[in-house]
C-alpha cells in the first residue's frame, strides 16, 4: 500500500522561501511519476510540478516555473519542492501524489491515485 507524507508547510512572507518534502513508501515499479498538487480556497486543484521516477525529466505549471524546483532523493524516497519567490497567490493546502503514468505532464495534468495528506502553505505578510 503506497503511503505519502508530506512535510514542509508554514506561513512565510512573501518573497520568502519554503522546502516541502514527501516521504514515500510503499511504492512499487509502476508507479513512474509523482509530484506536487495545490488546492486554494474556492479555486480548482492545481498541478504544480511533477517528475518522472525513470528519468528525472519534470513539468512545471505556468503559475511556478522559474520559481519552484522538484527534485527527489531515490535513496530516501523521498520527492522535494524548493519553493522560491513566494506569493500570496501560491497560498493553498499541497499534496504529493503519484500514479502509473510514465510522463510527468500527464500525471500533473490528471487525478492521480493515490494522495498524501497535505501540508498547508500560507504566504501572507
Known amino acids: 500500500q503506497v503511503q505519502l507524507v508530506e512535510s514542509g508547510g508554514a506561513l512565510v512572507q512573501p518573497g520568502g522561501s519554503l522546502r516541502l518534502s514527501c516521504a514515500a513508501s510503499?511504492?512499487?515499479?509502476?508507479?513512474?511519476?509523482i509530484g506536487w498538487f495545490r488546492q486554494a480556497p474556492g479555486k480548482e486543484r492545481e498541478g504544480v510540478s511533477c517528475?518522472?521516477?525513470?528519468?528525472?525529466?519534470?513539468y512545471y505549471s505556468n503559475s511556478v516555473k522559474g520559481r519552484f524546483t522538484i527534485s527527489r532523493d531515490n535513496a530516501k524516497d523521498t520527492v522535494y519542492l524548493q519553493m522560491n519567490s513566494l506569493k500570496p497567490e501560491d497560498t493553498g493546502v499541497y499534496y504529493c501524489?503519484?500514479?502509473?503514468?510514465?510522463?510527468?505532464?500527464?500525471?500533473?495534468?490528471?487525478?492521480?491515485?493515490?494522495w498524501g495528506q497535505g501540508t498547508q502553505v500560507t504566504v501572507s505578510s
Open positions: 517528475i518522472s521516477n525513470k528519468d528525472g525529466s519534470t
Open positions: 501524489a503519484t500514479d502509473y503514468w510514465d510522463l510527468p505532464r500527464t500525471l500533473c495534468t490528471n487525478s492521480p491515485r493515490a
Open positions: 510503499g511504492l512499487t515499479l509502476d508507479y513512474n511519476a
